[in-house]
């Protein structure tokens, strides 16, 4: 039997919608390297959810839109300040140490978020020739726990950055299930944090694979273009990544996968939450579940569920939804859950 | 009216045969980052043709097999010897200097061939700690230039390299066209080459995207899963580009993509030697044509048809075929061509 | 009036035991780039203080020789375990990941030095492709902290790193100074290490410029020949900094400038555990004081005495002796503090 | 006995008057990292002799004053066009590919120089995503052939790289000895050049060590002091460098020994050009000569002398002077070369 899939949203398959997407534009041969018409189509949608002024680039993954997006926000010398847990920090292999060749400086971050008071503590020795010199924020919208930043907590973060000179970089990966978490069209939500910069996460919600980086902050897209070829994130068919976006941007699509996402993983919160061995530890604000369980019934759900062991001290699981869980499999988990 | 493509093999799109295994693979979760049984078995295929001892990993795009490649070959202070015009020389933006932090040395290549006496005069201060040390011969199977190393011709450069200390990189992103033109399996090519490690192109053959490092050299894949990771070429939901690598070596699909490429080439080359103002100037081996007309006829065809000026001073111009050119374009281009 | 100097013990001027040599070195021309006898003799030295196996190369400053000792141990997608405040992580302006690429993992560390227990908890994912893979432990000895390690807590952390595969730095900026401190050899102190590669500090020493990178795991040297070119460390005249290391190790002059370094720091710890309102907070095994005081006593000896304010929130100075700082200085300092 | 050094400018010792300024500058502890008065004074000197608006940063050696003027002009997908034979791209082993992260873009040069028309060959592809975007010119003056550019011949690149938006770095490890070869002011050679950034060398000229990076263009000099930590080449006792220069600029010192190095130059080039076996290949502007001459007078030269084989196929030596060239030395070297 193949195990059901809680371990991660991209373990998912592809919307079909996306799929259909891909299929017509398969239309015979197309300009290569993005200048084929689907892709101007796709770049001006992100100018529609994201203002005019923003500069969408495709690029293959998250590792790559990350990394190339701190590549124009950052020189060698500066800092990228983020979460103790921050993707970036624990997921990219020490990708933004060697291809942007930048220092990150950790926050503590409870529920995944960080603060100013956070911040602050890493805004060190300006104009010390021996130090990094701070130059970005760096956050993730959703958090890495789950957890959504509320607009009072972008808006905070936000205004010290603009205060202090900091570039605010936001890893949405998984922004669509944020904004669904939060009711708020993604505009008010970039907006709110005064992102410089987004990573726009594709693959995560429903796409076969391709991310944006945004600029919010035109002046930082200069020189995007060869950033993007060198980090080697050029599509040679890139059509068939922004026929992903279309597809995604059309009949709120975007909105949809990463609603029933968020969702599934309330139901999946209210079944675990009766069930007395089990201890939700994160707010469940977007489409993942952290808990503590005995680790006996770790072992027997093993058998039947893909999912990841967060902690392995605290007995702790990470449970993810996606746009293609089922309700039937959230039942299913509860159940086998249950005693 | 579409421009009909002569412009290059990735304007093409997608193989039905390689849309149709995108398809299939698209059957619920399965696991990501290669964890897969897709995966697996498109590894497996690899082995099938290049050797039991080939382990081959999936990457992105031919910028990041041929970088990730010298990542895995080259340490900064060691250099690349390869042709003028070697695509990693002229056109990845820079990406192996930035990335591998490496110099590449360059050897004339009169019909994008490079030759033992060329890679001779760059082998030089062997011990010198003020020069870059000699590491690795790349060279590209087809060329730039449209035209196929003979077995003979890559047994001389791996007997050097051998000879020398040096390590054989073969940037392979149209190896099937060689091999179609060749009409020999891609083992015996790879073989002759003494190839260390192998670039090996699905995009340019039919594939959405994709391409494969494939290490005929097994040492040096020791700590390739972190470069590719770290080179931002690890695809999380690797299985689409997995499954596109299946539908290739089913069938021969991608020999018989090749052979079609080829095939139209020769027919066009044919074509336009019977056309007096127009001037073929590289064999025409694999399934490009560089030929020189009158600057006027060339205007003149830009309106219909997608194709490079490759040398604007000497009017010559790159025409490019693929899995999907079709005789009456042929037949139609070469009528255009004639007055 | 000239401030005195407790700020730095790269304040200090050059021993004149080392300016001799320097002079005596500038006997006409010799052969550049350490093709010279003295350079020779000099790598001989280190021989004798470290080893027969002791490979010794001379580079510029502090940055240089621990940047360089770690581009000679680490792969960019590996990491390095220090100390939270060690100064690779604070104090190079993040060099390390600039020039190495790598990821620096921080352990806390209390009196500057690191425990097994710490390393162990950086000891994360091995084989895990997303995330860096620990490769080299890295101490500073004696410590940023002005502590120093004994033999046994050398000895474990050794023990742990080969347990684990795992390399051994030491940042010897200040190892003299440690050597004193135990009244021990630095052969003893590397061994008990376990020390793979040393960065061994003379300008901290009395030297006006020049530190060296010593290898002990001879088969990490093999190219840092080339690593020290490209890392622009490369001194063409160098045999100017390899006479001072004669120097350094003619007559224990080395170990006498660290003494008494040491001794100077004892006095004035002395001095200060008298006066009320001061508290010194970390113990005194090399030649730093780190100490509480009053802020408005750090305010009037500022006017008098270079030093460093550690901590400004802890109202922290952190003052240094060196091999040229006098008696009359010391008990000038402490009359000033006893308001 | 000792062989006479025609080997290289970085063979010969220290001036005296440079050694003196030196002890000179021994004066008790002073504040490190350049905060001294020596630097502040050796700082204002640059502006006497190149204008009030240069900035002088002090670094230890050629290769880091080359690589680190390059990291504060280029970007990584950004090139530098530069000659053939140009220091930064066969003596630096890969240093700015690995530092600056850049691709050098080579010109051929006759005599060392590279013009206008040479330059234009590589200002190609503007705007094109996937090939490096020149941005600097790069020149030696004197040039690594002995060669000085005349101010016509430096106004002429000068006026090409502002037409294209070009910067112009010069590399001056010998730029004392083009002045006294032109016998003008170096002010006016920077001018005439248009200079952004100048690599100004000390080491070759008489000093010990030290080398001066010097912004023209004081944009280009924001971020330096970062660059400089970051890239390994903040000296701690930095005024034993600018002691160096202070002497330098002291009596014309840099002028007088430059003339010197040149006068003995041209002594050595008369009495070649006497015996019939040899041939001088280069003009003799500077302080090298190139000359072809039997194998065997090589062999039985070295047994007397340092000097480097330049080219083994042509049988072409270089033969360098310095400022502590003697006269007889000359002679001796021209009477052996006889017969």
């Not at 990094?132 to 726990?145: G, K, L, N, W």
């Not at 205004?159 to 922004?175: E, N």
């Not at 599509?235 to 909105?255: H, P, T, V, Y």
């Not at 969702?263 to 469940?284: F, Y």
Request: charged share 20%; glycine share 6%.
């Amino acid at each position: 039997m193949k195990k059901i899939n809680f371990a991660s949203d991209n373990y998912a398959g592809v919307h079909p919608e996306v799929m259909k997407a891909i299929l017509t534009a398969n239309d015979g041969p197309a300009v290569a390297y993005g200048g084929d018409d689907i892709t101007a189509a796709a770049i001006q949608q992100f100018k529609c959810h994201l203002g005019n002024h923003a500069e969408a680039f495709f690029v293959f993954n998250g590792t790559g839109a990350n990394v190339s997006a701190l590549c124009a926000m950052t020189q060698s010398h500066e800092s990228v300040i983020c979460a103790e847990k921050a993707h970036i920090q624990v997921d990219e292999c020490g990708a933004p140490e060697k291809i942007v060749g930048c220092k990150l400086l950790l926050v503590p971050a409870t529920q995944g978020k960080i603060t100013v008071e956070g911040v602050r503590t890493q805004l060190q020795r300006i104009g010390d020739q021996h130090y990094v010199q701070a130059r970005v924020i760096s956050i993730s919208q959703s958090t890495e726990y789950g957890t959504v930043y509320t607009l009072d907590e972008l808006r905070e973060l936000s205004d010290f950055a603009k205060a202090h000179g900091l570039y605010l970089h936001m890893d949405g990966a998984r922004l669509a299930n944020a904004a669904a978490s939060l009711t708020i069209n993604l505009k008010t939500i970039v907006e709110a944090a005064g992102v410089d910069v987004l990573s726009f996460g594709g693959t995560k919600n429903g796409m076969m694979m391709g991310e944006a980086v945004v600029f919010l902050n035109p002046l930082l897209a200069k020189s995007f273009l060869y950033t993007r070829k060198q980090n080697m994130q050029l599509a040679s068919k890139m059509r068939f990544i922004s026929a992903q976006f279309q597809a995604l941007f059309s009949n709120d699509l975007w909105l949809n996968n990463a609603r029933h996402a968020n969702t599934m993983a309330q139901h999946m919160a209210q079944g675990l939450r009766k069930i007395k061995s089990i201890q939700i530890t994160q707010p469940v604000d977007a489409n993942a579940i952290f808990a503590i369980m005995p680790t006996a019934l770790i072992e027997k759900l093993k058998t039947r569920y893909h999912f990841h062991v967060w902690d392995e001290r605290l007995s702790e699981v990470r449970l993810m939804t996606s746009f293609d869980t089922k309700v039937e499999e959230i039942a299913d988990f509860v159940s086998h859950a249950t005693q």
